[in-house]
């Protein structure tokens, strides 16, 4: 059974978090990591908007009152650039003419300091199904079937035992199943801007994922385009 005892109900997301209190930078990056998201943080606005153009993010949390560069200023300049991924502003101010400042700005949501961290994972929540790639509840390759909410894999049956970014690697597959997933993009969706590209890390998790999906199939599911990447995908008992 996969154990996810600490993960609220939302599918795995890669998120920038530019925030400038240490303290509460931490806090969230540890607290968005526990539950299988992957978390890049800046602590300045120009920063900020370098790694939102640069990177490709399921959401952005932003803090309004940055160092360099503020939040609303980094906000309007990534709309300009036609980044689409929804951003949530953070702020200390509860005055309503700064939250029209931010919704003007390009913020899709507003969370005024200080918040429970149940409170913005339910917003991030909410983004993420007011975005325009809708992720279904239920993805299938064959008899697998990953839960996107309840971040569970059962495969002909039984419910596969996934570590955190065995899972997160898995429904990012998932979501793109049928398609080669270069490495570099793979890693991208795993692992934060610490990691080494140049590890071994992603052939080994992809080796751990792939014995857990043959253990409970003669089907193979997990296929590697060497050179490219790797697809998961239904194939009957196709090789690699």
């Known amino acids: 059974m996969v154990r996810f005892a600490t993960l609220v109900n939302q599918t795995h997301m890669r998120i920038l978090v530019a925030e400038d209190d240490p303290l509460l930078a931490r806090s969230l990056a540890k607290g968005l990591r526990e539950r299988a998201h992957v978390v890049d943080v800046v602590a300045d606005g120009e920063s900020a908007f370098v790694q939102a153009v640069v990177n490709e993010y399921d959401a952005i949390v932003l803090d309004v009152m940055l160092p360099r560069r503020d939040g609303l200023d980094v906000a309007r300049a990534l709309r300009e ?9 953070l702020t200390a101010r509860d005055l309503v003419g700064d939250k029209v400042a931010g919704f003007d700005a390009g913020a899709d949501d507003y969370l005024t300091k200080p918040f429970e961290f149940e409170e913005l994972l339910a917003r991030l929540r909410a983004l993420q199904r007011r975005a325009p790639t809708i992720v279904p509840e239920l993805l299938r390759v064959g008899d697998l079937f990953v839960d996107t909410r309840r971040q569970s894999a ?12 065995e899972y997160g690697m898995l429904e990012y597959l998932a979501r793109r199943a049928g398609e080669v997933v270069s490495r570099a993009d793979l890693s991208a969706h795993i692992w934060d801007d610490n990691h080494d590209p140049s590890s071994n890390a992603l052939e080994v998790l992809v080796a751990r994922l ?3 999906l043959d253990a409970g199939t003669t089907r193979p599911l997990l296929h590697t385009r060497r050179g490219v990447g790797y697809m998961l995908a239904d194939l009957g008992n196709a090789d690699d």
Do not use: E, H, S, Y
């Open 154 to 165: 059962n495969l002909a049956g039984c419910m596969l035992t996934l570590t955190t970014k």
């Open 210 to 212: 792939r014995r857990k």
């Open 81 to 89: 650039r036609d980044v689409q991924a929804p951003i949530l502003m």
